[in-house]
Structures are given as C-alpha cells and as structure tokens.
C-alpha cells in the first residue's frame, strides 16, 4: 500500500466537502469531519438565544413551583440546565429541585437523562429512540384526565404535543427556556446552498429541526427551495442526526443519512459509511483507476484535487465513459462563474460557456490529473474518456 493509499484510508472523506450548519458544538463536528479528511464549510443556520430575562419563564417556573405537578417531561440536556441556571438566578432553583424532586420525571433522551441526574434527581422514564412521540405514547396510555403536566420546549412550541395532552384533560404548563433565531448573517447560509444546487458539497449536516426550516427558508428566499430539495435528493446526502431533525426532509422525499444514536460523533461516522458509497464515480481508464471525489480524484490510489471547471468536465465525461461527449454539451455543464470570467453566449437568457473555454477546462483538467492519456481528443467531435465502456466498473450511487 502506498503512504498515499494509508493517508485515505485514515482520512476516508478525502476529496469530499461536507456543509455543517449546527449552531451548538459546531466546532466539535467541523474537528471530527476534518480528522476524516472532509473540507468543511461551516454556514449557521440558526443562532440560540437565551430567556434568562423572559417574563414567560419565570411565570412557567413560579407556576411550576407554586402548584402541584404530576409530570415533568425534560426535552434536552441544555434546556434542563439552563432552566436550573436561570431559576438559581432568580433565586428559585432550590425551590424547583424540590418540587421536580416529588414529581415524575421523563427524560426525552440520554442527554436529558444525564442532566436530570446531575441535578440530583430521578427519571422515572426514557424512550430508547429519543423521540418526542414515544414520551407522547408513554402519557396517553396513562389516565391523565385532571394532572398537570410541565414540558420543557427546546426551542420552539410543541403543539403536536401539548395540544394532544390537553384534549385528554390535562393542564400543560409549557417551559420555554430558549429558543433558536434566524442568524443575524445569512450570507454564509446563503452561500452553502447555492453550492448545494451547483454540486460544488457533497453532504450537509443538520443537527436540529430549526436548523432545517432556517436553510429551507434561506432558499426560498432566494428562490432556490426547489432546486435545494432536488439537489438533497439527488447528489447532496442530508446528514441528520435523528429522526426529529430529518422529519421536515423526509416529507419533502429527501432520503437522509442518520446514525443510531443522535450523537455528533455518530453522526460523523454514518457520513463516513456512506458519502463515499453516494458520491463517489469509480472507472478503469487507461489501465488506471479513477475514483471521482467531491472536488477531488484518487488515481492509483493517489488523491488529486481538481478545480471545478475542470471537475465539471470530468464528471460529465464520466457519465458516459468510453463514449465521445461533444463541446456543445460540455460547454452547458461549466460553472457560471467560469463563463462570466470568460467569453461566452447567451442562451435562453442565461450565459453559456464557448468552445474555447471548454478546451481550457480539458487543459486544466489533464493537468490535474498527471496522466497522459485519460482524457482523449476525437477531432471534430469532442472528448472521451479513455476507457472501455463494456468493461466492469462501480457506478456512482
């Protein structure tokens, strides 16, 4: 094995950029996908902004306090602790441990778990998949009719929720200790999705639903929702990671990449199970073999980064590989910031790229690649890959 060859199989996300949108620990999962060797761009879909002065709070808690509760439904590790902090800074956090301490506490998850448990208290109850649903089951087999039940949001109303233990006759008392704002600069956001929709990232990451409905939004602004959901169907992987998070994708018929357990490091370790596997073109060529990357290739086992001109051409080449593709259809799949940087014509009032910049790209591209060979000239005809079409090779998927 070559020290090239090791350095992949240590890195195995090489070659791959992968869109990270997480607010909370972003620099956690940035550290973990560039361990594995993925070139992240980091784009905050949503920013969390603390209540510790909301009025509707400190109301949630006095009432939580002052009357009788029969359950206390924990949502989120952070959520619980910054209850306990806000409340210890209005002098009330003794006062709340006791009353949770004589009620019965359901954990959403092992975070929420851990939180309820440092605090010295017990749970009564945790669902293995994490979900919201599951606690809601867990309640409507009980008789309810009559308890007051305290749920702690994690950034956003639950109606799906409180309104169903309502209608069984309950009294919720909703404890919105944060919630998840639009950041004050898209721009970075904006930019992750035109590069979703121009193929230019392999992945994007989402860690919470808002984070979900903030980069949704992003794109419709910009008139970009559908090409972004087209794209995450087809050649961007939507890293979620849970089903919660993934439930708004999945709708909208967005397959999704989720872990096991919603774990950032999990989640990290499903990207590196299956990116490879969905983007990744492998082709013999020339008695060489050629995997196509995100913006890079490994050719014998040796990784090559290739611009995106030229990577556009190798790509579509690669599409039909053996086959001669045209400089008329080569001249449509270069990115638009190529044509705007050179000559170039107008089409359906859009610029298209000329014969002359596609040549530059083929230029560049062989270059790139270090090897004569690969790509073939077919005078008057256009370019192919120098491969055999009949011959075995590992599609993309």
Partial sequence: MT????VLNSEPLAGFAVGVTAARRHEELAALLERRGARVVHAPAIRLVPLQDDAELLHATEDCINKALDYVVVTTGIGFRAWLETADG??????????????????????ARGAIRSAGLHDEWSPESESCDEVLKYLLERPLEGMRIAVQLYGE?????????????CEVIEVPVYRWSRTDDSTPLRRLVGQAVAGTVDAITFTSSPAVAATLAVAAEDGLEDALVEA?????????????????LTERGVPTVQPERARIGALVRAIVEDLPLRRARRLHVRGHALELRGHAVVLDGQLRP???APMAILRALAKRPGHVVSRAELCG???????????GWIRDGRPQADEHAVEMAVARLRRGLGRSGIVETVVKRGYRLACDPARDREPAR
């Fill in 3 to 6: 020290e090239q060859a090791g």
């Fill in 333 to 343: 799949v270069l990115p638009s910031r190529v044509v705007a940087a050179g000559s």
């Fill in 90 to 111: 209005w002098g009330l956090r003794d006062d709340l441990i006791g009353r949770l301490g004589r009620v019965r506490v359901l954990a959403r998850g092992p975070k």
């Fill in 157 to 169: 109303p639950l109606p799906e929720f409180t309104d169903a233990l309502r209608e069984r006759g």
């Fill in 232 to 248: 995450l169907r087809t050649h961007v992987v939507a890293a979620c990671v849970g089903p919660v998070t993934a439930f708004s």
């Fill in 306 to 308: 290739i611009a995106p």
